[in-house]
């Protein structure tokens, strides 16, 4: 069955995505991957080239391909399909990928994926869409505000007086970013006018969350769907002051050093990390594997952070320690797509209204 391992895309993430998909590729060669690398441009690719980190860097070596609505098919710009997916694990990180919108163009297509499906992706995706589900479902979140470029250059008193609501310090972030990209801290209005101007280059809407000073981040991963989850233990990533960068989390090799799994809290906190993590996996409707990251305040409160749906080396660590090999990890995520494929391919999807039809 030819799985195809699809990486990259039209994101700022695109770098973390290529280091995904090129790793994964490499632990399931005994499964006879197809790579589908998405270039910066979001031009198709493949070539067995793909797995070395180093083809990515000269994407004009590589085939070009064109996916298909209505097919599995993937085919040259002449026409001739070269390759069919029979299923496809998500590897692309970020915007245009962990979204919703990749997932919707391979549901076009008929083709099972791996992962959560449209609506859910685009829900952890929106950090102020994904907070107000989060309150909705009473779990705990820091306080924030959103706002979009228009109010911010439009009146940013106006933004000023809903921020006092909650006061300073604020962490500053683009709605629909990940990896740390484009995250500051503002302690004043000055910082507070530069954080917000540079998570406007990434996104048009922005959300600021109350600071927490010196909390502990842990993280759970879930895997399975709406039949049964599994979730693992909690981990806390060491080594970072006021929030894990961009390099704090994609290091090469050092990333993996830098975090305590299980990590060192007490049972309590570990069994609500769990309790929260299975709890949004369900309420969320989420597919696949993904990371839910907490926050844990000095005086004990535990906040839900963000739901990653495409966790960066789809968080196969977590499981890769209970002793799940690589490819057992993969054939379960893709069992869990064809599933998914199956009970959707049963709906009916044609309807015969006697408006239309005149009978």
């Known amino acids: 069955m030819p799985i195809a391992v699809i990486f990259g895309g039209r994101s700022c993430e695109h770098g973390v995505s290529v280091v995904t998909g090129v790793q994964l590729l490499n632990a399931i060669k005994e499964m006879s991957p197809l790579p589908v690398y998405i270039d910066e441009s979001g031009q198709w690719r493949t070539g067995r080239e793909l797995f070395d980190v180093k083809a990515a860097k000269s994407p004009e070596k590589l085939k070009k391909v064109f996916p298909r609505p209505g097919s599995r098919g993937l085919y040259t710009s002449r026409g001739r399909k070269i390759a069919d997916m029979d299923a496809a694990v998500l590897c692309c990180h970020g915007m245009n990928g962990e979204d919703g919108t990749l997932q919707g163009l391979l549901e076009l297509c008929g083709v099972p994926y791996t992962g959560s499906g449209v609506l859910a992706s685009a829900l952890c995706m929106d950090k102020a869409a994904f907070k107000r589900f989060a309150e909705s479902e009473g779990i705990p979140t820091v306080p924030y505000v959103t706002y979009t470029r228009r109010e911010f250059n439009g009146d940013i008193y106006a933004v000023a007086d809903r921020l006092d609501g909650i006061g300073y310090p604020f962490m500053i972030k683009p709605a629909r970013l990940g990896s740390s990209i484009g995250v500051g801290v503002a302690r004043n209005e000055r910082e507070l006018v530069e954080a917000s101007r540079t998570a406007f280059a990434f996104d048009n809407r922005v959300i600021a969350e109350r600071l927490l000073e010196n909390f502990r981040e842990l993280n759970c991963a879930a895997l399975g769907d709406e039949r049964g989850v599994t979730v693992s233990d909690v981990e806390e990533p060491l080594g970072w002051k006021e929030f894990l960068s961009y390099e704090d989390k994609y290091s090469g090799g050092k990333a993996l050093m830098r975090r305590r799994l ?97 009978k």
């Open 262 to 358: 299980p990590a060192e809290i007490p049972d309590d906190v570990t069994e609500e990390v769990k309790r929260l993590t299975r709890l949004v996996f369900e309420k969320a409707g989420l597919s696949g594997v993904v990371r839910v990251d907490f926050m844990l305040a000095q005086s004990g409160e535990l906040y839900l952070n963000e739901v990653n749906t495409l966790p960066g080396s789809l968080a196969a660590y977590f499981f890769r320690r209970a002793g799940m090999r690589e490819t057992e990890f993969v054939r379960r995520l893709v069992d869990i797509a064809e599933r998914r494929f199956r009970d959707e391919s049963r709906l009916t999807y044609s309807y015969s209204s006697p408006a239309v039809t005149g």
